[in-house]
């Protein structure tokens, strides 16, 4: 008997599949289905959670190839990035000779895993014919003013020298290095994505195929509030005070007023008095906390009153002016009107400060103190004028329609989503195609002259200059409006940006007038299911989002929605942490490769748990999964050593019908499974149990044995095995007597007749008449009684040519089928 040399077998069909271009796509007319793997970073290397991610999204396209779809499966490179560059500064290599080793390296690694890419669609965002088009999307942006420029306080890392969009910042820590991250102004591009807020909002209702738990997360992200913006008149002073709250019913508690630190009228409110020099060193303290840590609501609340005050347009009362750390210049107004009764982050702080605590909102339910904690629920206004006595929602409204009156305010929403800041002071990246000119200001690149190609003569100094600054071939050329000197933008766009649209290309990755083609986009999008880690469920998905949106207004798509599903896969744990280098806890796949085999691996992360849970590494697991190849391949080694697979007999014996209910319960089992929440885990332990159901039913009768059905069983087996463990399985195929691919072979089906053992007679009548009885399957599911009588033979003959308008079954009885 032949040994199981998966080395030889997944060598050997690794290589044919590549020779027949067994995995590439074309137009078909079977129905669609894209299928994608967010794509990699070229680190160089592929590590375990790499090796889980790409078995998830393979099985699932193996097996809607096997179910009849015309599937497409692409890989590709998020090749831009600071590791790159940070490489350059530390061993000289120049970041584009790093990255392409690096892809070759992983290429040749994801390529020992046997699995089913296309790679004639391979992109990688770093090649001149992918930026190209990032380009030529940003200019399509800058164009419809979605692009723009403006001076701000941006998140600046000191350690990578780079701004950060505020997605990057986690705790108020660089999300690459960890170090702190503070506040510097800068003029920089941003991409209007708040004009998208609302429909990035209300289209994840269309998101049903995605968690829960990701919705949720954009939702936050996005932020929206319902309130008012209110001014107040500030005293001897000719601006008024714009506010946003999201509770204009609590405006006659409004004690005292907060600006932002940072807010344009501080420096004008306090020049030249007293107040002027506390107030500039606590602009300064701040300037080295992160907006998070000023609002977490255990920082401590602290501020200062700069001698001014303000004018409550309701009550007509004087409230002190206050900065404080906990109000944000970026969000709302920069200002608030507070109420210490009914918010409780003005309450600490008006303790804090011993400022008036007015309640103006009395709970129905319960006797309430504002001591402690702040009343944020409903009831009666109080201490509010003419509002006395109403509830505060009708006081709301009354409230906004007042201040709509007198035009000092009204109703507003409010988003936390801030503009994408995109552009930053980086080589390795997409360069931003504009031009500065004396004469004509900021101006982009002309659409024939993209790309904008990123220069070999700069240096990497580390020393904050950003590259592109070095390069006087780069910077130094002519306005593409007037032709005069003129200097180029040196920053480069965010990486995300690449990562915004690389799913449309795919769908047309070799075009070369156009990102992509819309006949050959609009067929292949959405993306039927994309899989990745969830640490994207905000950045990734939500630019994506915003981007085909875009897209789609622009009349380049007609795709509202990139992702129609999406399975947030969990991670790899070894000793219940995360698997990663900085733990030193890693297995790597290539040595689990090299002792047990692609197949082994694949199986064992998806057996080892469901794919949205973590999964413990377990090295028993691995070795336990090892074992199983090896008894199927034992399994069908013997059955063709000892021919069991050829003799045919007609009669089913009692353990031959029990046999064959195994099977095709089985094939219903395994089906399922993978059809519903992808329990690729169970699937996979219902084939090890017909496996062993397999060699039990050798062991009953070796001389007698049902050929017809064993063979079917084994069939099944590798069939059923196939999108899994696919080399294991195709080799096996091929010894049993098969010539053609089982990547190409329909799945199985089962026959809902063998899944169930007692059988009744079911009338069948059509309009009300008896035609025909039939022997069903006591446990039969209405609809397969519906199918199957409807598909019988005499039923065929009266509804024939008719149309049926109606099929209605009765369980163990009866089958009506109205016809007209
Ligand atoms: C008065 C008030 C009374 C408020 C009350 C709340 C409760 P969300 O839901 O996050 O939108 N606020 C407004 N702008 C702010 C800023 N730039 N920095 C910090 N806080 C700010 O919260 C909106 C509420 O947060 C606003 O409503 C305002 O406080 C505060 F019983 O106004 B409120
Ligand atoms: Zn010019």
Redesign the pocket.
Known sequence: MATYDFKKIEATWQQRWETEKLFSTYNEEQPKYYVLEMFPYPSGKIHMGHVRNYSIGDVIARYKKMKGFNVLHPMGWDAFGLPAENAAIKNGIHPGIWTKQNINDMKEQLSTLGLSYDWDREIATCNQDYYKWTQWLFLQFYHHGLAYKKESRVNWCPSCETVLANEQVVNGKCERCDSSVGKKMLNQWYFKITEYADKLLEDIELLEGWPHKVKIMQENWI?K?T?AEIEFKIEGYQESLK?????PD?IFGATYMVL?PEHPYVGELVKGTEFEEAVNAFVTKLQHMSDIER?STEAEKEGLFIGRYCINPLSGEKVPIYIAN???VD????A????PA??QRDLDFAKKYDIAIVPVIQSEEKECSADDE?Y?GNGIMINSGEFNGLKNQEAFDKICDLLEEKNIGGRKV?Y?LRDWLLSRQRYWGTPIPIVYCDTCGIVPIKEENLPVELPLDVKFTGEGLSPLTTSETFIHTSCPKCGKTAKRETDTMDTFVDSSWYFLRYADPKNENLPFDKTLTNHWMPVDQYIGGVEHAILHLLYSRFFTKVIKDLNLLDIEEPFKNLLTQGMVLKDGAKMSKSKGNTVSPEEIIEKYGADTARLFVLFAAPPERDLEWSDQGVEGCSRFLNRVWRLVEEALENDLLNNTTEEMTKQDKEFQYMIHKTIKRVTEDIEGRFNFNTAVSGIMELVNDLYKYKEIDKTNINGTLFREGIETVILLLAPFAPHITEELWQKIGKNTRIYLTQWPTYDPKAIVKEEVEIVVQVNGKLREKMMLPANITKEDMEKLAVENEKIQQFIQGKEVKKVIAVPKKLVNIVIK
Request: net charge positive; proline share 0%.
């Open positions: 932020g509030s309130g506010v946003f709250t999201t509770r609590t932002a609002t906990y109000v944000l969000y709302g107004t920069g608030i009107m507070a109420v009914h918010d702040a944020a409010s936390r």
